[in-house]
């Protein structure tokens, strides 16, 4: 009995830092957005509103974040799927989307956000002026990151 109340609470402990890691990510994406970022290779460098969270698409990010995590790999398809079925099947009405990803050593909000804004395509999807909704999955397991932004249709 004992050891079930332990993995209970290693369980629920693990799910609130993800949620406070994600929350931390998405607050990091927003100053971002408020400072103006300028993107490697062009694009960024306007002074944008914040994004608005989500849960679907909070939900989505964290299914690949766990599938990810738990399968290891790195990849934004997974069974032949990319992130526009996934949301899709999810049922968001989009008219554009990007999903980002990262996966690695520490689950450190700060070495996500900061290895997408070196990566000029990542930063351009933060930067993006259309997005104006997104959610963030993290998985413990295998440290994986993902973030889908989007403009609702």
């Not at 957005?33 to 290779?41: D, E, L, N």
């Not at 398809?77 to 989307?97: D, E, F, H």
């Amino acid at each position: 009995m004992g050891r079930w109340v332990v993995l209970g609470v290693l369980l629920l402990s693990g799910f609130s830092l993800a949620a406070s890691l994600e929350a931390q990510v998405l607050g990091l994406i927003n100053q971002a957005r408020a400072q103006g970022v300028r993107c490697p290779g062009g694009g960024g460098g306007l002074k944008l509103p914040a994004l608005k969270y989500d849960a679907v698409l909070a939900k989505t990010a964290l299914g690949h974040a766990i599938n990810m995590g738990q399968k290891g790999f790195l990849s934004h398809y997974y069974g032949g799927v990319g992130p526009r079925v996934r949301l899709s099947r999810a049922g968001y009405r989009y008219t554009r989307m990007s999903e980002i990803i990262f996966k690695g050593g520490s689950p450190s909000p700060a070495r996500a956000i900061r290895w997408w804004l070196r990566s000029g395509v990542h930063c351009r999807a933060i930067m993006n002026p259309y997005y104006k909704e997104f959610g963030a999955g993290f998985s413990p397991v295998g440290n994986a990151w993902a973030v889908v932004l989007a403009q609702p249709r």
